[in-house]
């Protein structure tokens, strides 16, 4: 199987930073790759699928990127609303996998 | 407006079952794939169960396959994920969300399986 490893796991930062976080693969995968948000308390909202695609409604601030073992979200300028748990998630044949999470906090 | 709704979950045994059911509306639930995801108390996600539109794929976690079954009725516009042979490392809220281009776009608001005695 193959494993998603998310880094940091906890990443402190303010209003307006810019911020990356990184999903690497334990192998070369396919670009079925998907970042989501999470609020405490609240489902996972999507935001990127297929490596780099926004999902509708999403802040142009969100964007992703990465191809082979590494992939990558970054949030531009932080806003508030922000401060949450972010997960990657990947599909290859019959299964799928997310990362352990990557909590942003202020 | 698209929604999943969740129900079905509760406190069970060691050992015993549950039915969980999700309801869609303003879906396209025939044509949809859909999948359920957990997460323990404090814990990631975790992928458990994906269905084909027409039921004709099933694929399941390690962790409960031959334990747990996914089915759904497009009729109803219902999924379903029946659970057997529960385990306490089973407690979880347990969500049931679209899949669409092997990522979740929609999800429910889930439904929390306990299981202690």
């Known amino acids: 199987d193959i494993q998603m490893t998310q880094s940091p796991s906890i990443l402190s930062a303010s209003v307006g930073d810019r911020v990356t976080i990184t999903c690497r693969a334990s192998?070369?995968?396919?670009?079925?790759l998907a970042w989501y948000q999470q609020q405490p308390g609240k489902a996972p909202k999507l935001l990127i699928y297929k490596a780099s695609n926004l999902e509708r409604g999403v802040p142009s601030r969100f964007s992703g990127s990465g191809s082979g073992t590494e992939f990558t979200l970054t949030i531009s300028s932080l806003q508030l609303d922000d401060f949450a748990t972010y997960y990657c998630q990947h599909y290859s044949t019959f299964s799928y996998s997310f990362g352990q999470g990557t909590k942003l906090e202020i | 407006e698209v929604q999943l709704v969740e129900s079905g979950g509760g406190l069970v045994q060691p050992g015993g079952s549950l039915r969980l059911s999700c309801v869609g509306s303003?879906?396209?639930?025939?044509?949809?794939?859909l999948t359920w995801v957990r997460q323990a108390p404090g814990k990631g996600l975790e992928w458990v169960s994906y269905i084909s539109s027409s039921s004709t794929s099933m694929y399941y976690s390690d962790s409960v396959k031959g334990r747990f079954t996914i089915s759904r009725d497009n009729a109803k516009n219902s999924l379903f994920l029946q659970m057997t042979s529960l385990r306490a490392e089973d407690t979880a809220v347990y969500y049931c969300?679209?899949?669409?281009?092997?990522?979740?776009?929609?999800w429910g608001q889930g439904t929390m399986v306990t299981v202690s005695s």
């Open positions: 969300a679209r899949d669409i281009l092997r990522a979740f776009d929609i």
């Open positions: 192998q070369s995968i396919s670009g079925w």
């Open positions: 303003g879906v396209s639930f025939s044509t949809d794939s």
